[in-house]
T-cell receptor, first 115, second 109 residues
Framework: DADVTQTPRNRITKTGKRIMLECSQT?????MYWYRQDPGLGLRLIYY???????NKGEISDGYSVSRQAQAKFSLSLESAIPNQTALYFC??????????????FGPGTRLTVL | GQSLEQPSEVTAVEGAIVQINCTYQ??????LSWYQQHDGGAPTFLSY????GLEETGRFSSFLSRSDSYGYLLLQELQMKDSASYFC??????????FGKGTRLSVIA
């Protein structure tokens, strides 16, 4: 079974619709992240959470919101989707070991198309 | 802030050696990591360098020079399955990873 799962894997929606992307993990990690990937732009951070009570904005948080329902669940919402939010979205997790770096483990991604 | 520069595309022959460079600017440096992503797949961790020098893991090696704000990923004995995008990334203090825009490696016969 996959350690980090994302649902849905693909979604087509219309401008103005509210969309929620869900992420679940069985790795027992405290830290969770949402990234957006566009061709030629790499991965850009949207939001991240270091524990259930901690939510932080990333580089491109405008137009997005998140909810950390439990240690294992981190959801990304687009309150009113617009076409330039068409992208591949990745959830990731990492452990906290006290070092300055922690390997991140990525989910399979959600391909979102906003028409 | 943080920024990373890496070539957008590299082509190499099967069996050869290829080096993918990464230069970075960051307000606080803790190490340089590399991720691989095949088309349609998720990024997966390859390596991490916190100290200067070369780290070897099988056919892949990663190098860091903190004084030059520079690192590279070295892939030896290239195989067709190595065709993928490779991203360098830096963690910036308490914040998560900042990624470069990626280098697309094409391995040709």
């Amino acid at each position: 079974d996959a350690d980090v799962t994302q649902t849905p894997r693909n979604r087509i929606t219309k401008t103005g619709k509210r969309i929620m992307l869900e992420c679940s993990q069985t790795k027992g990690h405290d830290r969770m992240y949402w990234y957006r990937q566009d061709p030629g732009l790499g991965l850009r951070l949207i939001y991240y959470s270091f524990d259930v009570k901690d939510i932080n904005k990333g580089e491109i948080s405008d137009g997005y919101s998140v909810s950390r329902q439990a240690q294992a669940k981190f959801s990304l919402s687009l309150e009113s989707a617009i076409p330039n939010q068409t992208a591949l979205y990745f959830c990731a997790t990492s452990d906290f070991t006290g070092s300055s770096y922690n390997e991140q483990f990525f989910g399979p991604g959600t391909r979102l198309t906003v028409l | 802030g943080q920024s990373l520069e890496q070539p957008s595309e590299v082509t190499a022959v099967e069996g050869a050696i290829v080096q993918i460079n990464c230069t970075y600017q960051t307000s606080g440096f803790y190490g340089l990591s590399w991720y691989q992503q095949h088309d349609g797949g998720a990024p997966t961790f390859l390596s991490y360098n916190a100290l200067d020098g070369l780290e070897e893991t099988g056919r892949f090696s990663s190098f860091l020079s903190r004084s030059d704000s520079y690192g590279y990923l070295l892939l030896q004995e290239l195989q067709m399955k190595d065709s993928a995008s490779y991203f360098c990334a830096v963690p910036a203090g308490g914040t998560p990873l900042v990624f470069g825009k990626g280098t697309r490696l094409s391995v040709i016969a």
